[in-house]
C-alpha cells in the first residue's frame, strides 16, 4: 500500500512539474486574479490542466486527468501564434476528463472519459466587465497617468540640474517601472518619493482639471496619499474588482462514459456542479457554497450476467472557507462541509438502504506548488459509519 | 521634425483599456503634451517632435487578457522599445531621446 501511496503522489508532482512548466513556458501567466479562486472551484472545472487520484486508500484507485480544450491547444500551439478572444474563450469553457481505475493487483479494470462544459461561467474575468467596475478602473488609470505626469513635472521643477541629464530621468523611469511590476510603492527613488509626499502635487492633483473621472477631490487627495504610502491603487482596485468577479457563479455539466472491462460492459454518469461565493467584503475570503448532483447508470454487481440495474443519485449541498493563505492571498488550506443524500432508484442490495443521508467534510491542504492533498471524512447518521477517502490532485490551470 | 510610432495589441479578453501620454514637462524647454486613451489595439504615429529631446512614453491601464506594446522611429537604441503585461493592472514609463 505504501508503495502504491509514493507512486501515486510521485505521479501527481511529475505531472504537476511536466504540465507546470508548459504552461509557463506557453502561456507565461501573471494570473493576480487566478490566485482568489480555490482549489476547491478548481476541482470543479480547469482551464488548464488537472490531475488527480483518488481513493488512495481503498481497494480501487482511480487517476484522472482532465484538460480544459484551451490546454491542449496551448501544448501544440506554435509559439508567439495567437487565437481570436471569441476562439480562446470557446476553448477555456469545454474541457475533456479520462480516468483509469485500477484494482489492488494494478491491473486496470476500468477505463473512463467524458466532458465538461460550462452552462454559465460568471468567474470568466476575460468576459466584458460591468459598466460601473469598468468605470472605476478607466477613472483609476486616468489618475495615475495625470499623477505621473505631476511628479515628473515636480521633479523637473524642483530638480532641474539633474533632470536635465538622460541617466537621471532613466533612473526615474525604472525605479516607477520596478514598483509597478511588484505593485508595491514603498521602496521608489528618492526625488519620486519627495513628489509624492509634496502638498504642491496633492494640490495640483486634487485641482486637476485634464482628468475625466468618477472619483471627488476628497477621493483623489486619498489616493495621491496612497501612492505616497506605498499603495499601488490602480491594482488594489484591479484585484477587487477581480475578486468579485471570482466569487459569482460556476455551473457545469459532465457527462461521462465509462467501461467496466471485467463485466463488459459501460456506464454513464450525469454530474451537475454549481459553486459560488457568498459576502461582499473582498478583504476578507467567502463561504464559497457548492451544490451537485450525481446521477449515475451502471451494473448491479449482485447479478452475474450484463444488468443496468445500479441507478443512484446523489444530491448535496455544502459551504467551503480557506483557511489558510500566503502573503499572495494563494489558498493554503481549505475546509468542505456538505450533506449529502443518496438515492437508489434501481436494484437496492439485501442489507442496504434505498436512501442514505450523510455528512461529510473534506480537509484540503496544499502540500507543494499545485499539489493537493484531499482528506474526506463521511459520516452516516443512521448507521453511525464512517468512511475516510484519500485523494491527491494537481490543478495546474488558471 | 521626428516621427515615433507607437502601437499597442490587447489579446484574450474583452477588457481592455490603456491611457498614452507622450510628454515632456513644462518646466523644461519644448515641452511637450499628448494624451489618448483606448480600449482596443491602437497605431499612433507622431510627427512633431524636436531633434536630439528626451521625451517621457507611458502608458497607464490594465487587462484581464494580455497587452503588448512597441515603440519606434527616430530615436536611439534601445530601438524599438517592446514590453507586455497579461491579466494586470501596469503603469510603465519609457524615455526616448530623439535622433539629431
Redesign the interface.
Known amino acids: 500500500m505504501k508503495k502504491y501511496l509514493i507512486c501515486s503522489i510521485l505521479s501527481c508532482v511529475i505531472c504537476s512539474a511536466l504540465f507546470g512548466q508548459s504552461e509557463k513556458d506557453l502561456?507565461?501567466?501573471?494570473?493576480?486574479?487566478?490566485k482568489q479562486k480555490t482549489a476547491n472551484s478548481k476541482d470543479i472545472f480547469t482551464s488548464l490542466y488537472r490531475a488527480g487520484i483518488n481513493n488512495l486508500l481503498g481497494d480501487d484507485h482511480t487517476f484522472s486527468f482532465s484538460s480544459s480544450f484551451f490546454g491542449i491547444d496551448s501544448m501544440f500551439r506554435k509559439k508567439g501564434s495567437?487565437?481570436l478572444?471569441e476562439q480562446?474563450r470557446k476553448m477555456r469553457q469545454k474541457s475533456f476528463n479520462l480516468g483509469i481505475t485500477g484494482d489492488t493487483n494494478n491491473s486496470i479494470t476500468k477505463l473512463s472519459g467524458g466532458l465538461t462544459l460550462t452552462l454559465i461561467n460568471k468567474k470568466d474575468?476575460?468576459?466584458?466587465?460591468e459598466d460601473g467596475d469598468?468605470k472605476k478602473?478607466?477613472s483609476m488609470?486616468?489618475l495615475?497617468?495625470e499623477l505621473?505626469?505631476k511628479i515628473?513635472?515636480y521633479?523637473?521643477?524642483h530638480h532641474?540640474e539633474e533632470?536635465?541629464k538622460?541617466s537621471v530621468?532613466?533612473l526615474l523611469?525604472d525605479s516607477?517601472?520596478k514598483a509597478?511590476k511588484k505593485?508595491d510603492f514603498s521602496d521608489v527613488h528618492p526625488f519620486i518619493e519627495e513628489a509624492l509626499g509634496s502638498s504642491d502635487l496633492e494640490n495640483e492633483m486634487v485641482n486637476s482639471n485634464?482628468i475625466n473621472t468618477i472619483y471627488n477631490k476628497e477621493e483623489i487627495k486619498a489616493i495621491t496619499k496612497s501612492y505616497f504610502q506605498g499603495k499601488?491603487m490602480?491594482?488594489i482596485?484591479?484585484l477587487d474588482i477581480?475578486e468579485k468577479y471570482s466569487r459569482k457563479l460556476l455551473w457545469t455539466l459532465t457527462p461521462d462514459i465509462t467501461y467496466d472491462r471485467e463485466n463488459k460492459q459501460a456506464a454513464c454518469a450525469f454530474a451537475m456542479d454549481a459553486t459560488f461565493a457568498l459576502g461582499k467584503n473582498t478583504r476578507k475570503k467567502p463561504w464559497e457554497v457548492e451544490l451537485k448532483g450525481l446521477f449515475k447508470i451502471q451494473n448491479d454487481t449482485s447479478i452475474k450476467k450484463r444488468n443496468y440495474e445500479n441507478k443512484p443519485i446523489s444530491i448535496s449541498a455544502g459551504v467551503n472557507k480557506v483557511l489558510l493563505q500566503n502573503e499572495d492571498k494563494e489558498s493554503k488550506m481549505e475546509f468542505k462541509f456538505f450533506t449529502q443524500y443518496e438515492y437508489q432508484f434501481g436494484n437496492v442490495p439485501i442489507g442496504t438502504e434505498a436512501n442514505i443521508f450523510s455528512l461529510n467534510s473534506t480537509l484540503r491542504i496544499n502540500v507543494f506548488k499545485s499539489l493537493w492533498l484531499p482528506v474526506t471524512l463521511k459520516y452516516d447518521p443512521v448507521n453511525h459509519n464512517f468512511l475516510g477517502i484519500f485523494a491527491v490532485t494537481a490543478n495546474l490551470g488558471n | 521634425m521626428k516621427k515615433i510610432t507607437i502601437e499597442g495589441k490587447f489579446t484574450g479578453s474583452d477588457n481592455n483599456f490603456v491611457v498614452l501620454d507622450v510628454f515632456r514637462s513644462n518646466a523644461e524647454p519644448f515641452p511637450y503634451d499628448f494624451r489618448k486613451s483606448y480600449n482596443g489595439n491602437f497605431k499612433e504615429t507622431i510627427k512633431d517632435l524636436q531633434p536630439d529631446l528626451a521625451y517621457s512614453i507611458d502608458f497607464s491601464g490594465f487587462t484581464t487578457g494580455k497587452f503588448e506594446l512597441k515603440i519606434s522611429g527616430d530615436f536611439i537604441p534601445p530601438n524599438p522599445i517592446t514590453d507586455s503585461f497579461e491579466k494586470d493592472s501596469f503603469s510603465p514609463g519609457y524615455l526616448i531621446h530623439t535622433t539629431k
Open positions: 502561456k507565461g501567466v501573471s494570473a493576480e486574479a487566478n495567437t487565437l478572444y480562446e474575468i476575460t468576459k466584458r466587465f469598468r478602473l478607466e488609470s486616468l495615475v497617468s505621473k505626469r515628473f513635472d521633479i523637473a521643477k532641474s533632470n536635465a538622460d530621468k532613466k523611469h516607477w517601472n509597478d505593485h485634464s499601488d490602480l491594482h482596485v484591479y477581480a
